[in-house]
DNA sequence: TATTTTTACGCAACCGTTTTCGTATAAGCG
DNA sequence: CGCTTATACGAAAACGGTTGCGTAAAAATA
């Protein structure tokens, strides 16, 4: 059972080390009939090049990280079912990383990938991020950076994201249709354009529908999320409280069902609710929830696919490009008829 | 900007490379003071050591690599979640493959691993999969298996799972109670031990309770789950249609819930629910699911603990050991009160 | 047929660490 | 004070490939 290397197939061959390898990686330095026999002995005897001996050699390791907040999350999982098909198509290998949103964490973990690690870097910002200095610092290193969804705008690099501004403007509107006029909006960081985007969507939603947005009516949950039960209790309890509510991320959706449910305010009757989510049970909550369905696998696939293609074209820097993919907002039952 | 490594340190340092990399791996063959500079100026250059290099050398990676057939489904991505937090504690790297249920990509995925890309494995077994030879001979080659929740009784190594038989004669047991004369048993596969044990348990369950267990009433999925709506709709629209459900996987609630809507059942009027079930919306659907809750977060966390375990100290085989962590019967108000 | 080009392969350096020894110096000991 | 034992470090051989370059033989060209 000892290991079998390279070397035992080019003594097997009677072929130099230099003509197996060169075989494997199919150059046109080495004949037909060769490749032939060094890749039947090498599926006989079940070989495996050694990757990190590779990836030594090569310099390039054929793996790329996922760096996100969560993996809990249906846009994250689904999103990693998106790269992780294109990786596999490929034949990469992919090494996840959970920042909990945790910036520390994710400092860590890019700090880390000085190392040579991994040859691209998929990414989706946490929540606590603010400045990205150790994320340049590796980009100029020359590793390739893809975001999605959690984008930093002003990093030079390819962003996958979908439309959230204009997602954030349809659904308010559609609130505001169904009659609503005090809309809240459910924030999850202060920070993150993906955040202010929609939050600037239901912003300009109401101004354009004549009302002025009230700014008690923005609640943003920065810190832990355990903490939005209190928060948005104590909104939904106050005399002039609000009859619809947006909420940018999924996580946020069901407090604002358990709070209805504490308060006994009836969903759409008293509260009308569309919310940021790819809940697959969505169509199956007491009421159905109105969502803004984001194309996380789709997204997960234009990431992956960019960084294919800029890790294909070795050397190549990517070009600052948004990739948009819209979002559908998908009418159920927690907004009125 | 030209790459640091260990030799910049060792010429800035005045000392030898071998040194330098002693020093680093807090060797006791080195000086306290060594360490010291040596540390200093590494932290002062942000140099990271070569992981490839470094496993080239040391015949570790420190990396393991987690397969399972899905993220997107909260049982594992919670597990995924409790595999992380360990590996990350333990500075070990997690590299993921999807088999999406398919055994020839769980083959492919773990031939690879013959290479020594990962130290250990994590791994949840596919629908499909029924030999598993290619398994036999990873864990032959030295290296560690812990499975968790799909598991192979056979193989000698650590297992984590939930108790199934008992949470699914439970379960079983609870629907009987509530009056169920009638249950139908939804698998999602045939040669699954975890599934096989639920299936025992629902049958021991109606046995005991003096009923005869009737095989029409046991559906299997062991291919696509979008196959799943005729055969339910099928069957709840017979004439002895059942009268209550017990599904053994997650993904199969919802289509139940679905099939009722569309034949205007009522849940659970007409038809009890119970489902082997992680959703976080569960508690919101409607009605609320009645679910066996498993502890997948804390499986998670087992088996990366066992894993790790194992490897630290080296070369140590994993005995068959079975760890069986409790999952709970929520009961909510898909079931009768 | 002599000469140039191609084809197919081997040699050897290199990738960045780890690790096994060997050893000079310092320390401990009777 | 001579001898053993630690202590702290360096030299060099792995680790298992990749790759640039050199070259003999075969093929193409003149």
Redesign the interface.
């Known amino acids: 059972?000892s290991k079998i290397t390279i070397k035992t197939l080019a003594k097997e061959l009677q072929l130099s080390v230099s003509t197996v390898s060169k075989a494997m990686r199919d150059s046109h330095e080495i004949s037909e009939e060769t490749k032939l026999r060094v890749n039947e002995l090498a599926r006989k005897l079940?070989y495996?090049?050694?990757?990190?001996?590779s990836?030594?050699g090569s310099k390039s390791?054929k793996?790329i990280g996922v760096v996100i907040p969560e993996?809990?999350?249906?846009f994250f999982?689904?999103a990693?079912?998106g790269i992780?098909s294109v990786a596999?198509e490929n034949g990469y290998?992919?090494?996840?990383?959970?920042t909990h949103e945790s910036q520390e964490?994710e400092k860590n973990i890019l700090?880390?990938f000085?190392?040579?690690?991994v040859d691209g870097v998929l990414m989706s910002v946490s929540r606590e991020t603010l400045d990205h200095t150790y994320i340049d610092e590796l980009m100029?290193?020359g590793i390739p950076f893809v975001f999605f969804d959690r984008v930093f705008e002003d990093i030079e690099t390819t962003q996958i994201t979908t439309n959230d501004y204009e997602s954030a403007y349809l659904a308010t509107q559609h609130l505001l249709g169904k009659g609503c006029q005090q809309i809240m909006f459910l924030s999850f960081s202060k920070n993150l354009s993906i955040s202010s985007k929609r939050l600037h969507g239901y912003l300009d939603a109401i101004t354009a529908h004549g009302l002025v947005p009230d700014k008690n009516d923005v609640i943003s949950f920065d810190e832990d999320f355990s903490e939005a039960y209190p928060g948005l209790k104590a909104r939904l309890q106050a005399i002039n409280r609000p009859d619809g509510v947006l909420a940018s991320v999924e996580k946020l959706a069901?407090p604002i069902?358990?709070v209805c449910e504490e308060l006994n305010l009836s969903i759409p009757g008293n509260l009308q609710i569309i919310s940021f989510s790819n809940?697959?049970?969505a169509a199956?909550?007491?009421?159905?929830l109105t969502t803004v369905t984001q194309p996380a696998f789709e997204i997960g696939q234009a990431a992956a696919a960019a960084l294919m293609k800029a890790l294909k074209r070795k050397g190549s820097v990517l070009i600052k490009e948004e990739i948009v993919i819209p979002s559908t907002l998908v009418i159920r039952k927690s907004t009125k008829t």
Chains 1, 2 share one sequence.
């Open positions: 059972m079940n495996v090049v050694n990757p990190y001996a990836s030594l390791s793996t993996v809990v999350d249906s999982a689904l990693i079912n992780e596999q290998h992919v090494l996840i990383y959970l964490k700090m880390d000085e190392s040579g690690r100029l290193a069901i069902y358990q809940l697959e049970t199956y909550l007491n009421p159905p």
